[in-house]
């Protein structure tokens, strides 16, 4: 869930909600930004920017 939140507001951060990726983490539980990275990199196997982006295709589930 922590991470489904964290998604959905690095998109709405991307869409100028003024959230910056540091607060988003910290918003949704996570030590920092790097904890964040770290995270959506295991569980998406992309980076944070490639995720929101639609860079990199990910599995339903992962979201």
Do not use: K, N, W
């Not at 982006?53 to 979201?63: K, Q, R, S, T």
């Amino acid at each position: 869930m922590r991470f489904e939140r964290a998604v959905g507001l690095l998109r709405a951060a991307c869409r100028g909600s003024g959230m910056t990726p540091t607060e988003v983490a910290l918003a949704c539980g996570y030590a920092d930004q790097a904890h964040l990275c770290r995270e959506v990199a295991q569980l998406a196997g992309c980076s944070p920017g490639q995720l929101i982006a639609g860079d990199v295709p990910v599995a339903p589930e992962a979201l």
